[in-house]
């Protein structure tokens, strides 16, 4: 008996990727603190959407700027993930501005 793998697609990404200069251009555009937080959070975490908008506030660690996100399952395992002092500025900025009592780290419906 033989075991054959399937064969593995090439990834499909976009040739080319924005640029950093295009990154920050689309930060730049952002008006309002909160988005502002959550654009620079999701670049420099890499975290998905999901896993985002279901962070607590208790997750996140600003004196060693990390996130230790409680995705544990049978299969998966979520690791602790970095973010930058801007970052952690905007996200401070937001946390102290919004109006929302919230144990959720991004409130995105009031």
Known sequence: MSFKMAPVDEWAFAK???????????FEGLFETKAKAIYLFTVTTGLRKGEILALQKSQVDFD?????????????????TFFNDETAVWLQKYLMKRK??????FVVSE
């Open 100 to 105: 929302v009592d919230s144990m959720k780290l």
């Open 16 to 26: 080319e990727l924005p640029s950093k200069s295009q990154i920050r251009l689309g």
């Open 64 to 80: 060693l700027r990390s996130v230790i996100p409680k995705h544990f399952t049978r299969k998966k395992r979520s690791g602790i």
